[in-house]
C-alpha cells in the first residue's frame, strides 16, 4: 500500500514538474524568443506613419514650373484599432452616413487587411481637414496624413502632363508589391511615362501614441524613421507661353496641335481638342469631375495629338514630292496640264485651282496644290517598271511611308500613342479579290483613300523636310536634374534616325522652295508673318463619320503644317481642325500664331484681334453637339424613372 501510495506520489510530482517547465519555457518563449505581444503593444504605442515624398516638379524651357506641388492631407484607418469611438460624430464631420462608414471599413479590411492603415476619405478639402485635426484623438485608429498633391500653377497642358491617382489592385500586383494601398501613382501623360523618376521613395516615421491616440512625439528619437526622398526634376522643351495660346486658339474646336523643335525633335507645345483644365484632375473633386469628362461624348480626356487619326490630305504632298524625287520618276521639272481634275483613271479626281500653268513644275504644284500632279506622281512611283508590278511598288511606297513615321510608332515619351494607318497589299487583295491597280487608291497621292496620320506624325513628317533627311523621335523632356549615365529612359530619344540619306540639299530645296511658295503666293498667304520666311502646306481632307449606324459626309477638315524660318528650321507646327473647311481658314491661322509667338515671344499689337477671333469661334460639329445633348437626355431619363422606381418599392414596402 506504501509503495502503491509512493509511487502515486511520484506520478503527481513528475505531472507537476512537466506543467512547471511547460510554463516556464512557454514564459521564456513569450519574453525572449516571440516577438508577438512585444508586436502588439508596439502597435498600441506606436504608430507607423507613412511619409509620402514630394513628386518631381516638371520646368519648360524657360525654367518655369508647369507641374508643382502642394500639400493635401488624407485620412487613414487601421480597422483593428477602431474601438469604442463615436461613428456618429465622425460620420458628421466626414459629411458621410453610417452605411457609408461601415461600407469603407469592411473595404479597408479586404483591400489592405486589420491591421495595416488604408485611406478612408482621401485629398480632405481644408475646412474638413481642419475640423478632424481638432479632433482626431477622439477617434482611435484614424489619422491625418500629409499628401503631397500635383498642382497645375498654368491651368495649361493636360494631356501633356497626365494626372496621378491612386494605385489599384491591378497595378499593386504588377508591381509586385512595390506599391502599396494608399500610393498614388502616374495615370496617364508624363506622370505616366516618367513614374519612377517622379516618384521618389517613400518615408516611414514612428510617432509614439498615449492612451487616448494621440501622437505624444518621435519613438527613440527618430532612430528607426526613414526619410522620404522627393522625385526628381525634369526640364522639358515645352514653351508654355507658346502651349497656352495654341490652348486658347484651339477652344471649342475638335482636333490637335504638336509644335516640334525639328533639330532636337523636342515638343514645344501639343493641344487636344476640346481640352479640360489639369487641376480638375486634383483635389477633393477629382473623382467627380473624371466621371464628367468621362461621359463627355466629346471626349476631352482623348489625347487626338497621338491618338486621332485623320487623313493627311495636300499637307502629305511634299513627302510624296520627295519619295517621287528619291525613286527617279519626276524632278524638279515635271509638270503636269491641269484644267481642274485628273482624268488619268476611270474617275475624275479634282483639283481646287483652275487657272493654266498652276502644275507647270514641281515648284508651283507645291505652291498651289494640284491634285492632278500628286494623283499622276503617285502612280509613277507604284506602277515603276523597275518592281515588275503594283504589289511590289505599292510595297516600296509603304516602305517609304514607314521610315517616314506614318503607319507606325513614333514611339514618344507619352503612353497610347496611335500608329495612324498605311494600308498595305493585303487590304487592297481582299476588299478587291487581288483584282486592283495605282487608279484602285489612286487618291493616296493627294493624302486621302484609307491614309490615317495623327497630328504627331504629320509634324514629325515635315520635320523630316526641314531637317533635310533625318528627324530625332518627338519627346519632351530635355533632361533630368542630378542626371547619370544610369538614366537610359532618354537615349533613344538622342539617336539621329536618317531619312532618304542619298538626295541632295539641291532635291531637298526644290521642294522647300515649293512650300514657302505656298505661304508667299500660293494656298496659304493668310498666313505670312513680316520678316520670317515661312515654308508651309495646307490641307483640305475629306470627312467621314459613322452616324447612326451610315457612314455620312461631314464638312472637311482644316489642316496646315509649317516651319520656319527656311534658312534655320527653329520650329515646326501641325495643326488639324474637324469639321472646318479649307486649310487656309482655320489651320493655317494658328500655326501662323504659333510660330510669330515662338520666334519672336510676342505678337503684333493687329494679331490680338485675330487670336480673339479664332479663340471665340465655335467649331464643335453639329452631329457631336447633338450626340452630347442626346446622351444627358438619355442619363437624366434614367434619373429620373430610378427614383420613380424607387419611391414606388418604398411605396410597396411600407404596406
Known amino acids: ?62 525654367g518655369k514650373a508647369i507641374l508643382n506641388n502642394t500639400i ?106 512595390f506599391y502599396q494601398m494608399g500610393d498614388y501613382v502616374g495615370r496617364a501623360g508624363l506622370e505616366n511615362y516618367y513614374e519612377r523618376i517622379l516618384m521618389g521613395q517613400r518615408g516611414i516615421q514612428f510617432l509614439i501614441k498615449d492612451n487616448k491616440n494621440r ?118 521639272r515635271s509638270g503636269i496640264a491641269c484644267r481642274g481634275a485628273y482624268y488619268g483613271c476611270n474617275r475624275p479626281v479634282k483639283c481646287t485651282e483652275t487657272f493654266p500653268g498652276h502644275a ?12 492632278s500632279f500628286f494623283s499622276n506622281t503617285y502612280r509613277l512611283i507604284v506602277d515603276n517598271p523597275q518592281y515588275g508590278n503594283v504589289r511590289k511598288g505599292f510595297a516600296k511606297w509603304k516602305q517609304y511611308m514607314n521610315a517616314f513615321g506614318y503607319g507606325s510608332h513614333l514611339h514618344i515619351d507619352l503612353p497610347s500613342e496611335d500608329t495612324g494607318n498605311i494600308p498595305d497589299t493585303s487590304v487592297y487583295n481582299k476588299e478587291y479579290r487581288g483584282s486592283w491597280n495605282s487608279c484602285t487608291n489612286v487618291t493616296l497621292g493627294i493624302g486621302q483613300d484609307k491614309m490615317l496620320a495623327t497630328p504627331l506624325q504629320i509634324a514629325n513628317g515635315i520635320s523630316i523636310v526641314a531637317n533635310k533627311g533625318y ?47 505656298v505661304v508667299e503666293i500660293g494656298t496659304a498667304r493668310v498666313a505670312r508673318i513680316p ?39 527653329k520650329i515646326v507646327v501641325a495643326v488639324v481642325v474637324e469639321n472646318a473647311g479649307f486649310g487656309a481658314t482655320w489651320a493655317a491661322p494658328i500655326a501662323s500664331l504659333l510660330v510669330e509667338k515662338y520666334l519672336n515671344d510676342t505678337l503684333r499689337a493687329e494679331r490680338v484681334k485675330e487670336v480673339d477671333r479664332i479663340a471665340t469661334a465655335n467649331l464643335m460639329p453639329g452631329w457631336l453637339v447633338r450626340e452630347q445633348f442626346k446622351q444627358d437626355s438619355i442619363r437624366a431619363f434614367d434619373w429620373f424613372q430610378l427614383r420613380k422606381d424607387s419611391a414606388i418599392i418604398r411605396k410597396y414596402l411600407k404596406k
Open 215 to 332: 501622437i505624444q512625439g518621435s519613438y527613440e528619437n527618430r532612430r528607426y524613421d526613414t526619410v522620404a526622398i522627393a522625385g526628381r526634376n525634369m526640364r522639358t522643351y515645352i514653351d508654355i507661353e507658346v502651349q497656352q495660346l495654341a490652348e486658347k486658339l484651339m477652344a471649342n474646336k475638335v482636333g490637335g496641335i504638336v509644335a516640334i523643335e525639328p533639330k532636337t525633335g523636342g515638343i514645344i507645345a501639343m493641344v487636344s481638342g476640346p481640352n479640360y483644365n489639369p487641376n480638375e484632375l486634383t483635389g477633393p473633386n477629382k473623382q467627380k469631375n473624371y466621371a464628367r469628362l468621362a461621359l463627355d461624348v466629346a471626349g476631352p480626356l482623348l489625347n487626338r495629338a497621338i491618338k486621332g487619326r485623320y487623313p493627311p490630305g495636300s499637307t502629305y504632298k511634299p513627302i510624296e514630292a520627295l519619295i517621287g524625287l528619291d525613286e527617279g520618276v519626276i524632278n524638279a
Open 1 to 62: 500500500m506504501s509503495v502503491f501510495n509512493q509511487s502515486r506520489s511520484t506520478i503527481i510530482r513528475l505531472i507537476f514538474l512537466g506543467v512547471f517547465l511547460v510554463i516556464i519555457v512557454q514564459l521564456f518563449n513569450l519574453q525572449v524568443i516571440s516577438r508577438k505581444y512585444k508586436q502588439l503593444a508596439m502597435d498600441n504605442a506606436v504608430y507607423p506613419k507613412r511619409v509620402y515624398p514630394n513628386r518631381g516638379i516638371i520646368f519648360d524651357r524657360k
Open 531 to 569: 520678316g520670317i520666311n515661312m515654308c508651309a502646306k495646307t490641307g483640305t481632307a475629306e470627312n467621314y463619320r459613322i452616324i447612326d449606324g451610315k457612314r455620312t459626309k461631314l464638312k472637311d477638315n482644316s489642316l496646315f503644317v509649317c516651319f520656319a524660318p527656311r534658312e534655320n528650321p
Open 471 to 517: 528627324y530625332y523621335t518627338p519627346h519632351f523632356v530635355k533632361s533630368f536634374d542630378n542626371e547619370t549615365p544610369e538614366d537610359s529612359i532618354l537615349a533613344p530619344f538622342r539617336k539621329k534616325h536618317e531619312v532618304l540619306t542619298h538626295i541632295s540639299d539641291s532635291t531637298f530645296e526644290t521642294v522647300i522652295s515649293g512650300m514657302q511658295d
Open 360 to 371: 507647270k513644275d514641281l515648284r508651283t504644284a507645291i505652291a498651289y496644290s494640284c491634285n
Open 72 to 177: 493635401m492631407y488624407d485620412l487613414t484607418v487601421t480597422p483593428s484599432q477602431v474601438k469604442n469611438i463615436d461613428t456618429m460624430a465622425l460620420c458628421y464631420l466626414l459629411e458621410i452616413d453610417t452605411t457609408e462608414f461601415k461600407k469603407r471599413i469592411l473595404d479597408a479590411k479586404a483591400k489592405n487587411g486589420a491591421v495595416r492603415p488604408t485611406v478612408f476619405e482621401d485629398l480632405l478639402p481644408p475646412e474638413m481637414q481642419a475640423r478632424l485635426e481638432e479632433n482626431i484623438y477622439k477617434f482611435p485608429g484614424f489619422t491625418l496624413v500629409e499628401r503631397p498633391v500635383r498642382f497645375y500653377p498654368f491651368n495649361a497642358a493636360a494631356h501633356i502632363m497626365g494626372y496621378v491617382g491612386e494605385a489599384d489592385a491591378y497595378i499593386i500586383k504588377r508591381s509586385n508589391g
